[in-house]
C-alpha cells in the first residue's frame, strides 16, 4: 500500500512563493506518474501538474504555466511543486497523487490516480 503525505502549504502574500513537498512510503514510486491537484471551496478537484516517470517530462494545466514547477528526487520518493507569483485564485487544497507502476500516458482526471495525499492548505491573501 502506498501512503502519500504532502507538506509545506501556508499563508502567503500575492506574489509570493511556497514548495509542496509530497513524501512517498510503502512502495518506491519510480515508475509511477506523479501529479499535483489542488479544490478550492465548493469546486471541483482540478488538475494542477503531473511529471511522467519516463525522462521526467511534465504537464501543466495553463493557469500555473510559467509560475509552478513540478520535480521529483526518486532516491528520497519525494514529489514537489515549487510555486511562485502566486496568486489569489491558486487559494486551494493541494492534494499530490499516483498513478502506477509503468503508466505511460500522464493523466489529468483525479479519477485515474491509483493514490492519494490527505491535502495540504495554501491560502494567498491579497
Known amino acids: 500500500q502506498v501512503q502519500l503525505v504532502e507538506s509545506g502549504g501556508g499563508l502567503v502574500q500575492v506574489g509570493g512563493s511556497l514548495r509542496l513537498s509530497c513524501a512517498a512510503s510503502g512502495r518506491t514510486l519510480s515508475r ?4 499535483w491537484f489542488r479544490q478550492a471551496p465548493e469546486k471541483e478537484r482540478e488538475f494542477v501538474a ?9 504537464v501543466y494545466t495553463d493557469s500555473v504555466k510559467g509560475r509552478f514547477t513540478i520535480s521529483r528526487e526518486n532516491a528520497k520518493n519525494t514529489l514537489y511543486l515549487q510555486m511562485n507569483s ?40 491579497s
Open 50 to 58: 503531473a511529471i511522467s516517470w519516463i525522462g521526467g517530462s511534465t
Open 86 to 125: 502566486l496568486k489569489p485564485e491558486d487559494t486551494a487544497v493541494y492534494y499530490c497523487a499516483a498513478k502506477g507502476p509503468d503508466t505511460i500516458v500522464v493523466p489529468r482526471r483525479p479519477r485515474e490516480y491509483d493514490y492519494w495525499g490527505q491535502g495540504t492548505q495554501v491560502t494567498v491573501s
Open 32 to 35: 509511477y506518474v506523479m501529479g
